[in-house]
């Protein structure tokens, strides 16, 4: 009968190929847990200055700015996601799946969202008029 062979290199091809193994049996559980990469920053630079309106309804968040700061929030919902939108007249935001009523500074005001909107940084650019919204 004869004995088989191991050499070193067929040891460590088995190492490695042990190592993806582990690593794509340990990915479900991974993901499971929660764990994700943080995105990525998005940056979104308005050339326009809101002295008239005061916003700017963008296709995810909408910018306000009253004259001394200058700040954005999320369309998106914070019941089930749906797209927010903003009443000039009353000033607040309502979300048109359950109507949740968010004040302008992204409060609660009405559910069944519980959270309040998120809200990005906003830096307001003093030579052009225009802002950056980091999403
Ligand atoms: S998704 Fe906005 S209130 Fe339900």
Not at 70 to 80: D, G, N, P, Q, V
Request: glycine fraction near 8%; hydrophobic fraction near 35%.
């Amino acid at each position: 009968m004869k004995a088989c062979k191991t050499t070193p290199h067929s040891q460590s091809k088995r190492k490695f190929l042990l190592f993806c193994a582990g690593l794509t049996a340990l990915y479900p559980i991974i993901r499971f847990l929660g764990f994700s990469i943080p995105r990525k920053p998005r940056i979104i630079e308005l050339s326009k200055t809101l002295t008239t309106t005061g916003f700017h309804i963008g296709p995810d968040y909408i910018l306000f700015d009253n004259g001394k700061d200058a700040w954005a929030l999320s369309r998106k919902c914070t019941h089930l996601g749906c797209t927010i939108n903003y009443h000039e007249k009353k000033g607040i935001l309502e979300c048109p799946c359950h109507q949740s009523r968010f004040a302008t500074d992204g409060k609660v005001l009405h559910g069944p969202a519980k959270k309040r909107l998120a809200r990005y940084n906003v830096e307001k650019l003093k030579d052009d008029g225009g802002y950056i919204v980091t999403i």
